[in-house]
Nanobody, 125 residues
Framework: QVQLVESGGGLVQAGDSLRLSCTASGRTFSTSAMGWFRQPPGKEREFVAAMDWSATSTYYADSVKGRFSISRDNGKNTLYLQLNSLKPEDTAVYYC??????????????????WGQGTQVTVSS
C-alpha cells in the first residue's frame, strides 16, 4: 500500500525557515513527479511547488518563488520543501503528492494520485 508521510511542520516566527519532508513507502517514486500543495485556514488547497520525475524541472507558485525550494532524495524515497523567509500568509497545512510514473510536475491537484496526511505550518507575525 502506498503511503506518504509528511513531517517538519511547526510554529515559527516571520522570517524563520523550516524544512518539510515527505517520505514515501509502498513503491519507489524515483520515476514519479512529486509536488507540494497547501491549504490555508478557510481556503481552498493551492499549488506550492512541483518537480518532474527526472528532477530536471521544477515549478513554483508565484507567491513562494525565490523563498521556497523543492528537492528530492531518491535513495531515501523522500521529497523535501525548504521554506525560507516565512510570512504569516504561509500558514497552512502542507501536503505532498505523487503523480504517475514518467510524468511532469503539475499545478493541478487532480493530476496527483497519492497524497499525504499533511503537516501544519504556522507563522506568527
Amino acid at each position: 500500500q502506498v503511503q506518504l508521510v509528511e513531517s517538519g511542520g511547526g510554529l515559527v516566527q516571520a522570517g524563520d525557515s523550516l524544512r518539510l519532508s515527505c517520505t514515501a513507502s509502498g513503491r519507489t517514486f524515483s520515476t514519479s513527479a512529486m509536488g507540494w500543495f497547501r491549504q490555508p485556514p478557510g481556503k481552498e488547497r493551492e499549488f506550492v511547488a512541483a518537480m518532474d520525475w527526472s528532477a530536471t524541472s521544477t515549478y513554483y507558485a508565484d507567491s513562494v518563488k525565490g523563498r521556497f525550494s523543492i528537492s528530492r532524495d531518491n535513495g531515501k524515497n523522500t521529497l523535501y520543501l525548504q521554506l525560507n523567509s516565512l510570512k504569516p500568509e504561509d500558514t497552512a497545512v502542507y501536503y505532498c503528492a505523487v503523480r504517475d510514473r514518467f510524468t511532469s510536475g503539475s499545478y493541478y491537484s487532480k493530476d496527483y494520485g497519492y497524497w499525504g496526511q499533511g503537516t501544519q505550518v504556522t507563522v506568527s507575525s
